[in-house]
């Protein structure tokens, strides 16, 4: 597994995390409009956004004094080429058992 793609998920592993990034997903936000949702720090915030960034799943745009933090749909890819493995896997399994049933009704 790439570098990238353990970035991904762990910055997916934490739920704090996972909240931003649905948050993010439906608007930009600074590091202040990000913390006043959550009872933390705003430093404990910036550490989640960092994680976030390195994992790949945001971008940072400076903006003046302000940081906006985006959504980075292209971030998500690496994890989603890594869970292809398991579709495969289910669609091959399912596909069998349909084989198997039908052998079995005739």
Do not use: C, Y
């Not at 990238?4 to 739920?15: G, I, K, S, V």
């Not at 994890?79 to 039908?102: C, G, N, P």
């Amino acid at each position: 597994m790439s570098d990238q793609t353990q970035n991904a998920f762990r910055a997916l592993a934490d739920p704090t995390r996972r909240d931003i990034l649905t948050m993010l997903g439906a608007q930009d936000m600074t590091i202040a409009q990000v913390s006043d949702r959550f009872d933390m720090t705003r430093a404990a915030v910036k550490k989640h956004l960092t994680v976030l960034s390195d994992g790949g799943l945001i971008t940072v745009e400076a903006r003046g004094r302000e940081r906006i933090n985006r959504i980075n749909p292209a971030g998500l890819a690496p994890i989603l080429t890594w869970l292809e493995v398991f579709d495969r896997f289910w669609d091959d399994r399912l596909s069998d058992l349909k084989t198997a049933i039908e052998k079995d009704i005739q």
